[in-house]
């Protein structure tokens, strides 16, 4: 069956293209996916914006918009286990990891859904007269870009569907090309729930060949991106000649800060959840830990003995309690910066190399890796390699301690560990972030916006916040007994 899903229709690429999909894991072949040209997407953004100009989805009550998302969240949980394997297949991660991802996902248009489904009448604004009936609403934004990442295929994909189908808009969605397959079914089950023709849309491919293209198209009114840096730079300039509004989330090099007074065992258990969970292939991920100078010592033995019992497996490994890399060229990349950061004076305690275990010989997998006697002058510091690799600096002070976590051109999320709650609160409201754990990581619900400052990204997803990217305001000024104004009488 055709893969690409264009104005309510399944169809093929242009000239017949494919591209073969693998698990990361063991490089079985998962599937083969039309791959969408420039052709294609242009008649995706044509029907996206004829469903916006033209259909009804755009004037569908709220409380009906509700309603279909709710509808989603329901087939979401009834296809629960399909879609879980499906997303570990193709990112090689754990099935339970998938499996919770699932329950996230279903909440995510839950909340949306009862979120839009309440209704919202208009800011009322006082005009001082009686006169006049002022107020401020809010409107789809249009036909909206949305282009996700392969770490988290249809959890990111939610986070952005959802709040543009809540609000009214209309989009065309581009998915990593190397892990389509949940965004495919999530198209049917939109299909599913009676989402009108045109109003969901869906192109598979790559950057240049497809996300390039839909970023460029004059007739696309926001472009809501979740990647790397470099690719958030040129998905912002490809959206300026137009004005476009655009939303990024570009990822970060998270701090975990460590005080000597923090409940050791439960910081050490969460450093390690920061850094390795799906093998740190997490924007959010914790990969620079600050420990007080008295803890260090021993809080970086322990961390270390944890990240050696770290069992790596594949996605169907009831034992395993991490998977592979998402790809050969991004483990090379991670074992790049490794290598540059022990070449920069960075001393290696665990990891390091690939593993030697001839299960895991034909998988992507690249084992907990701990770098200490780190300095934020090193790249390995500095820029996100985005694999398993934790960095260990010391200081001594607050002041140091919130110095160190800024020294970042990132500001995605980051962490404090103390028993101290004044402390607590002085430095998280100090760490420029969009996010802040206190003696805890990685948690967020859908009530809560996520989204970065500096480099991170421009704009929020989830939350309030998260609807209205996907909304203009509009001022409508009411004279309720029109007569001449007379200023030329």
Request: glycine share 12%.
């Amino acid at each position: 069956m055709p893969d690409l899903f264009i104005g309510g229709t399944w169809t093929g690429a242009h000239g017949g293209r494919t591209r073969e999909i693998r698990c990361p894991a063991d490089g079985t072949p998962v599937g083969t996916v039309d791959e969408a040209g420039p052709e294609d997407v242009a008649a995706a953004v044509g029907a996206a914006r004829d469903a916006f100009d033209r259909g009804p989805w755009p004037r569908t009550p709220a409380a009906e918009r509700g309603r279909l998302l709710l509808r989603v969240a329901r087939l979401l949980e009834r296809d629960r286990a399909a879609l879980a394997r499906a997303e570990s297949l193709d990112t090689g991660k754990r099935l339970v990891e998938s499996e919770y991802d699932l329950d996230d996902i279903a909440a995510c248009f839950r909340w949306f859904g009862t979120l839009v489904a309440s209704g919202d009448g208009g800011r009322v604004v006082d005009t001082g007269t009686a006169e006049v009936d002022s107020r401020v609403v809010r409107e789809p934004v249009g036909v909206c870009a949305l282009i996700t990442p392969w770490n988290y295929p249809l959890l990111q994909t939610a986070w952005k569907v959802a709040p543009a189908l809540a609000a009214g808009s209309t989009f065309v969605l581009k998915p990593s090309e190397l892990t389509p397959h949940t965004a495919i079914g999530l198209m049917r089950l939109l299909a599913e729930a009676g989402l009108p023709d045109g109003a969901a849309n869906l192109v598979l491919g790559s950057g240049p060949g497809t996300g390039a293209p839909l970023t460029e198209d004059p007739r696309v009114d926001l472009v809501s991106f979740t990647g790397g840096l470099a690719t958030g730079r040129r998905v912002m300039a490809a959206a300026a000649p137009t004005v476009k509004k655009v939303a990024l989330e570009l990822g970060g090099k998270n701090p975990n800060i460590v005080f000597a007074d923090a409940d050791f065992d439960a910081a050490v258990d969460h450093a390690l959840t920061a850094a390795f969970l799906h093998s740190g292939q997490v924007c959010s991920a914790g990969t620079r830990l600050l420990v007080q100078d008295r803890l260090h010592q021993r809080f970086t033995e322990a961390v270390v003995a944890g990240a050696r019992r770290i069992r790596m497996g594949g996605p169907f490994d009831p034992d395993a309690r991490t998977g592979p890399l998402i790809s050969a060229a991004h483990r090379e990349k991670v074992e790049r910066y490794v290598a540059a950061g022990i070449a920069e004076g960075a001393r290696l305690r665990c990891g390091g190399h690939r593993p030697d275990d001839p299960a895991l010989r034909d998988g992507h997998f690249y084992p907990p890796t701990v770098l200490d006697a780190c300095t934020a002058a090193m790249s390995v510091v500095r820029e996100e390699s985005f694999g398993p690799v934790l960095t260990v600096e010391r200081f001594t002070t607050e002041e140091e301690a919130v110095a160190l976590a800024n020294d970042t051109e990132y500001g995605l999320a980051g962490a404090v560990w103390t028993g101290d709650g004044e402390r607590a609160r002085r430095v998280a409201s100090r760490v420029r972030a969009g996010t802040v754990w206190i003696n805890d990581f990685h948690p967020y619900v859908p009530q809560a916006e996520w989204g970065g400052m500096k480099q991170s990204g421009v704009g929020r997803e989830l939350g309030p916040s998260g609807l209205a990217e996907y909304q203009e305001t509009k001022h409508i000024w009411h004279r309720l007994t029109p007569r001449p104004g007379g200023w030329f009488s």
